[in-house]
């Protein structure tokens, strides 16, 4: 069963996502919050799954509930619900640690296969807008020589992994490009995310920009001597 809180300050709003949920045999509806204090507090106290978060709230905004909901220990994760004008609020979700993002006016039937992907370890976004997302609002390092401190962990194989991942390559489009097999660029992926301590491809998404390995406009290539 998957632990669900949902969180909005408009109640007909979140009554009316409860009441799409409640059908669901997989998922329970195990809290309802209107503030993101009331979603922090159910998050440590409601054993959840996930929590679904709106962006827009008074008191405590989505993103900083979410930024103080995924430092705890084992957090639920977080489902962001947006509009289509919330890019720079999307943006500072995502660096807040949101694993995915939904549009409120998605169709019913959305929000708990969105729930389901999400609580599978999914990242619910598309890697591409996650790009331009973040090609439009990080602040990129001035190149310089070396690799930079936080991938020096990485192997040459990971790091050619993480320029995938920050051009929103899929598993497969990474394997076909560096003539992987698909469960080898997996292996990959979660070694990239463990060592650099990421949530989530989102977030490796931004690591990649962040420290310069893939340049705003284009395909970026830096190499690095290991």
Not at 10 to 39: C, H, K, N, S, Y
Not at 56 to 80: K, N, Q, Y
């Amino acid at each position: 069963m998957i632990r669900v809180a949902l969180v909005d300050d408009q109640a007909l709003v979140r009554e009316g996502f409860a009441a799409i949920l409640r059908v669901e045999p997989d998922i329970e509806v195990a809290a309802l919050a209107a503030t993101g204090r009331e979603a922090i507090a159910a998050a440590r106290t409601g054993h959840l799954d996930i929590v679904v978060m709106d962006i827009r709230m008074p008191e405590l905004d989505g993103i900083e509930a979410t930024r103080e909901i995924v430092r705890a220990p084992d957090p639920p994760r977080v489902l962001i619900l947006t509009t289509f004008d919330a890019d720079e609020l999307v943006y500072h979700a995502m660096r807040a640690g949101a694993s995915g993002f939904l549009l409120k006016d998605a169709p019913p039937g959305r929000l708990a296969r969105a729930i389901r992907d999400v609580a599978a370890g999914e990242t619910l976004v598309d890697a591409g807008i996650a790009r331009r997302l973040v090609e439009r609002f990080v602040a990129h390092p001035a190149p310089g020589p070396g690799t930079p401190e936080p991938l020096t962990e990485l192997s040459a194989r990971e790091l050619e992994v993480l320029r995938g991942l920050g051009r929103g390559r899929s598993n497969a489009e990474i394997a076909a490009g560096l003539h992987l097999s698909p469960a080898t660029v997996k292996s990959h992926v979660a070694s990239v995310l463990r060592k650099l301590g990421l949530r989530d491809r989102i977030q490796a998404v931004i690591a990649a920009y962040e420290t310069g390995l893939i340049e705003p406009g284009g395909e970026g290539d830096r190499t690095f001597d290991m």
